[in-house]
């Protein structure tokens, strides 16, 4: 099992929530679009970060499960998710070709990703 610092994903959240308010400032979003991005991703990162020590599931998504268990949840969690998205991205593929290609398929996997990964969380806990 690794440990990353309880830093790591405050930092990560912050950085990221930078990036996403100045695409979408370069993208003609008004301040305030772009400040609520950036208080989404920081705000989630913070959270994470206040809950690591108080809640398993907090912690795992720091990247700094409990113990063996929690690892083993983390990686059954991550490979499910690994599957849908496998075939998820290879439906947009075929899409792409009939139809055209543009970002919003793009999003919506990336929001698949992240529900297949809490949901495996949440499944493979109730079942060890």
């Known amino acids: ?3 990353i610092s309880s830093w790591t ?3 990560v959240g912050f950085v990221l929530g930078i990036l996403i308010a100045l695409s979408l400032l370069g993208r003609d979003a008004t301040p305030v679009q772009a400040g609520i991005a950036f208080a989404i991703s920081a705000g989630y990162a913070l959270v994470l970060r206040a809950l690591q020590s108080r809640s ?4 795992l998504l720091s990247g700094m499960p409990r113990d063996e268990r929690w690892d083993w949840i ?3 969690a991550l490979s499910l998710s690994a599957q849908v998205i496998a075939i998820a991205i290879v439906g947009a593929f075929l899409v792409a070709q009939f139809n055209g290609a543009d970002a919003t398929p793009y999003a919506w996997l990336g929001a698949l990703f992240g529900a297949t ?3 495996g969380i949440v499944w493979y806990r109730q079942r060890s």
């Open 117 to 119: 990964y809490l949901a």
């Open 1 to 3: 099992m690794t440990t």
């Open 74 to 76: 983390n990686l059954r």
């Open 56 to 59: 398993d599931v907090a912690s």
């Open 9 to 11: 994903v405050p930092i």
